[in-house]
């Protein structure tokens, strides 16, 4: 209807200057669903002007004014579901139950990250010189944690409100101030997730949300002087962010080859449900979906058989039936996941259901006989397509997995813990799960990935911890 969506700036809702707006494109209809403020660089400077200065009495006010604002903003967002959930829908093309999910798990984020906030951030440290040679008692040394300033926050279209959320809650608590920039699909989702912040009351300028083209505003914003942390999750646009930004802390999470690593005496029916889990949820549109099987030539058979049969029990449709498989992002998402099947059907694998698309969906195809000639054993299709290589040993599975340039997750399913753990340890990713699929929650452990996945830990205390520096004041005695 022509109306475009304000952003947040100064506690309040803006129109931008620049008069244009940008597009955001419904994945299932493929039609224009929602419009956006494209901000201008002038914009982008106004806001950060505003976060420095509101970050300096933000970082002033006690902890626990600062954790039961948070608390506040938790209860908004749970009681205010519906719009997000619901753009989540029209936006992402998120299955209706699972975008509500985020939205909970976001509220549950926030909270716990008040709470865990308080704990770390309310406790420093004691030291004594007499423990180090050539010191006497003289000296004592008085540490905490204190804000690094302004947080830059770049969420992915994949989880827009929670990934937003997972940077919002640890810097706020940790006193510094936020800027968000949401990705274009997920951006409406985002407005209304911060607009729970604004009724929670939080000072004007301490967190703003500027949309608009990251061709036209990005760079300025992750190269921009007032920036002093930035965190990001998508794609390879992390690896040139993190090239151009300055010496400022980045944590970035850059997508994943996860493999799944099944030995002959792995549990298969187990096995099955988390590669269909892990492999088919939101049409495998997760960093941490299991994008590669490597199972043991001895139960190759017999596990494709099990993962195809409940291949064939997954919906396809529309996101508001709550369908299995949804339309892909974008078209441009489409056409690679579908140049990935083309090269490895090329190639000989072989297709354990016919390959069907329409627009931008593509129904959920499981390739056995991958090779490692073939693209998809190494490239991260981001859609439901799940590739099968078989292996003779299990450290020709591991081989596999640490060839990638990916390091996110990985997982293998076995019942013997003692080959779990040693598998564990040889696999080159930040997490490995036993006999389970990979998945960044609860949100509270540690979430990293090695290599091109990325830098720096997530989870609530890690974020939290990267988000601040150390502080140290010595009193020196005579
Ligand atoms: O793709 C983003 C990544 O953070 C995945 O999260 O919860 O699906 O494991 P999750």
Redesign the pocket.
Known sequence: DGEVYKYYADGEWKTSSSGKSVAIMNPATRKTQYKVQACTQEEVNAVMELAKSAQKSWAKTPLWKRAELLHKAAAILKDNKAPMAESLVKEIAKPAKDSVTEVVRSGDLISYCAEEGVRILGEGKFLLSDSFPGNDRTKYCLTSKIPLGVVLAIP?F??PVN?AVSKIAPALIAGNSLVLKPPTQGAVSCLHMVHCFHLAGFPKGLISCITGKGSEIGDFLTMHPAVNCISF?GGDTGISISKKAGMIPLQM?LGGKDACIVLDDADLDLVASNIIKGGFSYSGQ???AVKVVLVMESVADELVEKVKAKVAKLTVGPPEENSDITAVVSESSANFIEGLVMDAKEKGATFCQEYKREGNLIWPLLLDNVRPDMRIAWEEPFGPVVPVLRINSVEEGINHCNASNFGLQGCVFTKDINKAILISDAMETGTVQINSA????PDHFP?QGLKDSGIGSQGVTNSINLMTKVKTTVINLP
């Open positions: 992915p994949n989880y990934l999750t999470e997760r960093c941490t990979p998945a960044r929650g979430f």
